[in-house]
């Protein structure tokens, strides 16, 4: 019997043992599986911080990234601002120094153009005193022939008193161009050329200037060369020309006496001719 019950308490100890040993066993297991689940969260832990920590750094860089974005998109508006100033300030610079041009280009042409107005009024001026030093010598000239003429006249009315009386002189009468004595018409044009160019329009330019008929006037040229008379067939309609007429015939008197050719057949040669006047007398 004891050693039933030492068997019994033997199997009873040795059970207990494996009961020990078991629940010791558990109790590992279980402690490693606390230990495990202890260190899978905190293996949990350590990648949520380092998800957190990779989380907050992406922030901070994208943070980083925009900020310098930003900056960059700060710097590139400044830049372009500042762009813009200094290309206002040289479009303000060009403008200014295209006023200034203008402005003195505009004063250089009103000082040419005053510069020119005081040249030409000088012109004026000497073109009026030089006319007006014409005009007085024209007066002075007028003058001088209007004296010579009543000498002529004076000399020329001794000379008729001397000769023949009109109804017995020998006239020649050339109311053309043409005629059988050449000689008449060779002293017709020599008598004509001297009216003609002697400056004779000088005498009737101003009152030529008026509307007006071409005269058809006779002279009659004495044998010694005096006029015998001026006589118009047709009046040109303007008294101050009909009155110049006879005084440039008697300005240029005395003409060439006759040829003796001419002079053993005439007293008197009567001209005929059509006056006309533009820059000088013509006759025609």
Do not use: C
């Amino acid at each position: 019997m004891e050693a039933e019950r030492q068997a019994a308490a033997q199997q009873a100890a040795t059970q207990q043992e494996a009961a020990r040993q078991e629940a010791a066993r558990v109790e590992a297991a279980r402690l490693e599986a606390e230990q495990q689940a202890v260190a899978q969260r905190a293996a949990a832990q350590q990648e949520a911080a380092r998800e957190d920590a990779a989380r907050q750094e992406a922030a901070r860089a994208e943070a980083a990234r925009l900020e310098a974005e930003r900056q960059a998109a700060a710097q590139q508006a400044s830049a372009r601002q500042e762009a813009a100033r200094q290309q206002a300030a040289e479009a303000a610079r060009q403008e200014g120094a295209r006023q200034a041009a203008a402005q003195q280009a505009a004063g250089q042409q009103e000082a040419a153009r005053q510069q020119a107005a005081q040249g030409e009024a000088a012109r004026l001026q000497a073109e009026r005193q030089a006319a007006e030093a014409k005009r007085e010598e024209r007066l002075r000239a007028i003058g001088r022939q209007l004296n010579e003429e009543a000498d002529r006249r004076e000399a020329a009315e001794a000379a008729a008193r001397r000769l023949p009386s009109a109804s017995t002189l020998r006239r020649a009468r050339l109311f053309g161009h043409t005629d059988p004595n050449t000689e008449l018409i060779l002293y017709a044009e020599a008598w004509a050329r001297k009216i003609q160019m002697n400056m004779t329009i000088d005498m009737v330019r101003e009152a030529a200037k008026q509307p007006h008929t071409q005269p058809v006037v006779t002279v009659a040229i004495r044998s010694d060369g005096t006029v015998e008379s001026v006589t118009f067939v047709r009046s040109s309609g303007v008294t101050a020309i009909d009155e110049a007429i006879p005084r440039i015939v008697h300005s240029q008197a005395n003409y060439p006496a006759f040829p003796p050719g001419l002079a053993s057949e005439y007293d008197v040669i009567e001209i005929r001719r059509t006056w006309h006047f533009d820059m000088a007398v013509r006759l025609y």
